[in-house]
């Protein structure tokens, strides 16, 4: 594994973030959380992002993911800036083109897991029967299949986080965001997960960028690297995986 960017002819850069700075005003101070930060991901590659907690790593799948526009900078998604395009671009290019597994779930509480899980789909128009054939075998995947019926509340951490990832990948998204996609798995659970990952970036050519703070996790990934003081670098040596 390598920590450098090979764009090869076949690998061509699927998102860029150029020159991107994000803070946080509140009544006391400005956090300034990325700054001049650049970053290529590679279409088809998984790609692993690891920083110390707080550094910025959600605020960077949320810049990369249309959900927060950066201060400065751009984001440019096959050569588009996605920030500078029309009123309803933006909602259009995540329910196209993003799968999102947030850190803390976000699953809508009065609905079962399958629900949660089929909810972009249906969002997009998709046929309803298909997309519950498509949740239910992501769902299976990650090893949900007694659990579908039951809702957030009725599930563990780690069940919660599996069925956000199913919700993240039933539209099969060009590139999946997945902030700590394992932080509250076993190691078999996290493995499994890793594995219908790869097997998914390996069908579909599906790209994925994986916040982990797991060395395990991060072993299997095709690159990792880290976010320090507000910009994306290669891994420092205490965390060459
Ligand atoms: N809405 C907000 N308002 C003010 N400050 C924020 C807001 N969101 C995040 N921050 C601050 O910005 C910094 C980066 O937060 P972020 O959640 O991106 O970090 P992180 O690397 O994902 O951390 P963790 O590993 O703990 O999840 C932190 O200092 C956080 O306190
Ligand atoms: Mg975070």
């Known amino acids: 594994m390598s920590d450098l960017s090979p764009e090869t002819p076949e690998q061509k850069c699927l998102i860029e973030a150029v020159g991107v700075d994000k803070s946080y005003s509140t009544k006391r101070e400005v956090i300034?959380?990325?700054?001049?930060?650049?970053?290529?991901v590679l279409s088809g590659e998984v790609l692993g992002i690891v920083g110390a907690s707080g550094v910025g790593k959600s605020t960077l799948l949320h810049v990369l993911g249309g959900l927060d526009k950066p201060l400065t900078g751009s984001v440019l998604f096959q050569g588009k800036n996605i920030y500078k395009?029309?009123?309803?671009?933006?909602?259009?290019?995540?329910?196209t083109h993003i799968g999102f597994v947030f850190q803390f779930f976000?699953?809508?509480?009065?609905f079962t897991a399958l629900e949660n899980a089929m909810f972009p789909a249906l969002i997009r128009n998709q046929d309803k029967r298909l997309a519950k054939e498509r949740a239910e075998y992501l769902l299976c995947e990650v090893g949900m299949k007694d659990r579908m019926h039951h809702k957030p509340g009725e599930l563990s951490g780690g069940e919660s986080q599996r069925v956000a990832l199913a919700r993240g990948l039933v539209n099969q998204p060009d590139l999946l965001l997945a902030d700590e996609p394992t932080g509250n798995l076993d190691y078999h659970a996290s493995d499994q997960l890793i594995e219908l990952i790869r097997k998914l970036n390996e069908e579909f050519n599906q790209t994925f960028?994986?916040?982990?703070?797991?060395?395990?996790?991060?072993?299997?990934?095709?690159?990792v690297m880290e976010l320090v003081d507000g910009k994306v670098g290669p891994t420092s040596q205490n965390l060459v995986i």
């Not at 395009?85 to 329910?95: A, K, M, P, T, V």
């Not at 976000?106 to 009065?110: A, I, S």
């Not at 960028?209 to 690159?223: E, F, G, M």
């Open 209 to 223: 960028v994986i916040v982990t703070h797991s060395q395990r996790v991060a072993r299997k990934l095709d690159r």
């Open 85 to 95: 395009q029309s009123n309803g671009y933006l909602e259009n290019f995540r329910n």
């Open 32 to 40: 300034h959380v990325l700054a001049q930060m650049n970053l290529k």
């Open 106 to 110: 976000n699953l809508l509480p009065d």
